[in-house]
């Protein structure tokens, strides 16, 4: 069984055997060769333009970095304690950092990286998980966790600056595949660095994690969460998370398929850029089909009979609907425009109780009706739209419904249904004004629009997906809004709940809120989902 091991207290453990540190890119000239440098200047023009294209090499120093707390141990009345982990960049613009869970969890849900301030943690394991044990750290008492899901992810408040992220293989690795190992070490002194193991994939053990043999060196405290990387492709195969046992030079590592399943549950919208073969309900795609053009028969007032999977469907979302009035969850927001990186991000803890939300911010006891406005030129915030769609489509019965033609969506089939409103049907209202010296969406006097979207649902006729558009009238236009459903575990029952909710409009620019549902507790539910009933069965 693998000796697990990782954060490490300064005073615990006892001098390190040296390793080799990497060496970094330098290059000196050679006096005598200076001479002639007037004719070496074709060749240093041509290394000028090579440059940039270099740069985006991996380079393990940009990529790899030490996670270090270091404070006064009031606990154990010792004058200071240092805890060492290793992280990662997740993403391209080192926005997200990656770790194991253990060195998450000893390190806390807030840390500093290189100046950065951390804004959310994601975890991937829990003491209550299905094979969960007592783990043991070195330095740091032991922890209950899963060991095939030891990882975790920070997402900082703003990206790490001059670090990036490179590319990830989930694929499985071939037998005697050479991979090299990158992370920081404890080497008795604090200032720690990168060190580099080279080794040959082994196989997996029965936990499903990756085996690795290496020679030289040994992998001690503190470089848990740093990378493997295949020797071949210079991408990801796993996150080093354990060493062997004994004096057996094995290295244990979390393949990158955990990571990809991972993502999937933790960021949904940073899953579609990095895993975008692996994403079935993607929270920002466009919707399958243009908007339906109902004909006239189907547009006249008096209401007619929905087709049978339209009842199916409306009765999905009801169930939906009334399934979601009770729980408390974690809502991490992003805040943007156009094609760029988050200009703000925060987090709320979301308390639902009876169908009605709150918002708080963690640790506050002081409640929000509405989410508070970042402090941008302009901008956007969603609302109940989670439980506001499922209600539209189940209960408005002049909402008008199409089943539009089945998709295949990453090899999985969906059945599409579009929907559309008029404005004299009252049905899609937005209420939007100024807020002090710019323009945003907020809670003012309510306007009914035009508006259609459409509704996923899998093969069983469960919800995935429903999206909405309004066509508003200005100054803003193009409003959109997507929220994705999927499944979370709580006390051994198993609950559809809201996952992302993301919301765009325009005005001059395109302003955009990412949220993200985390952390689910559910209590006093009055009702459990279950699949829809087909309409024919009831008659």
Not at 16 to 36: G, K, T, V
Not at 249 to 278: C, G, M, N, W
Request: with cysteine.
């Amino acid at each position: 069984m693998p000796n697990y091991f990782l954060l490490i207290s300064v005073l615990a453990g006892s001098a390190q055997s040296r390793q080799d540190l990497i060496s970094r890119p330098y290059a000196f000239a050679n006096p005598a060769e200076s001479l002639h440098a007037l004719k070496l200047w074709p060749v240093l023009l041509l290394f000028a333009l090579a440059l940039p294209m270099c740069a985006q090499e991996f380079v393990p120093e940009h990529v790899v970095f030490p996670i270090t707390d270091f404070k006064p141990d009031i606990k154990h009345l010792a004058p200071f304690s240092m805890k060492f982990g290793t992280g990662f960049c997740l993403d391209p613009d080192c926005r997200f950092v990656g770790t194991n869970y253990h060195v998450a969890k000893v390190m806390g849900k807030y840390v500093r990286i290189k100046g950065v301030f951390s804004a959310h943690r994601y975890l991937d394991s829990d003491p209550d998980d299905a094979g969960a044990q007592d783990i043991n750290l070195v330095g740091a008492g032991s922890l209950k966790y899963t060991p095939a899901h030891d990882l975790a992810i920070y997402e900082m408040r703003h990206p790490i600056k001059g670090f990036r992220g490179i590319a990830f293989d989930s694929d499985d690795l071939e037998n005697s595949s050479e991979a090299d190992i990158y992370a920081y070490p404890l080497n008795w002194n604090p200032k720690r660095g990168l060190v580099h193991w080279h080794g040959r994939f082994m196989g997996k053990t029965t936990q499903g994690l990756l085996a690795f043999s290496y020679e030289e060196g040994r992998v001690r405290g503190g470089a848990s969460g740093g990378i493997v990387v295949d020797s071949k492709t210079r991408k990801i195969v796993g996150i080093l998370d354990a060493v062997g046992e004994s004096n057996d030079r094995i290295a244990i590592a979390v393949p990158i398929k955990e990571l990809s399943d991972f993502v999937a549950r933790a960021q949904p919208y940073l899953q579609a850029t990095l895993f975008p073969k692996t994403v079935f309900v993607s929270p920002v795609a466009a919707d399958l089909y243009p908007p339906y053009v109902w004909l006239r028969a189907e547009g006249i007032s008096r209401r007619l009979v929905d087709p049978s999977e339209v009842v199916k469907l409306r009765r999905a979302a009801q169930n939906l609907s009334d399934s979601m009035h009770n729980f408390t969850a974690t809502q991490t927001f992003a805040w943007g425009h156009d094609n760029r990186e988050p200009d703000a991000t925060d987090a709320y803890e979301t308390l639902i109780v009876d169908g009605v939300q709150d918002w708080r911010r963690p640790g506050n006891m002081k409640l929000y009706e509405e989410i508070p406005f970042p402090k941008l030129y302009g901008g956007v915030v969603p609302g109940g739209e989670w439980s506001e769609f499922p209600w539209m489509v189940g209960t408005e019965l002049n909402l008008k419904i199409h089943q539009a033609p089945d998709a295949v969506v990453n090899g999985r089939t969906i059945h599409v249904f579009q929907y559309g409103a008029n404005a004299e049907d009252r049905i899609c209202g937005f209420q939007y004004g100024s807020f002090m010296n710019f323009i945003s969406f907020q809670r003012g006097t309510t306007k009914f629009y035009d508006c259609h979207g459409e509704v996923w649902t899998d093969e069983s006729g469960i919800i995935l997906r429903i999206s909405k558009a309004h066509d508003l009238s200005g100054p803003w236009h193009n409003l959109w809004i997507v929220v994705t459903y999927g499944w979370v575990e709580k006390n051994r029952m198993q609950y559809l709940v809201p996952v992302t909710i993301t919301t765009q409009a325009e005005y001059k620019k395109t302003y955009w809120c990412r949220g993200l549902f985390t952390d689910y507790e559910m209590f006093g539910a009055k009702a459990r989902l279950v699949p829809p009933i087909d309409a024919d069965q009831t008659q």
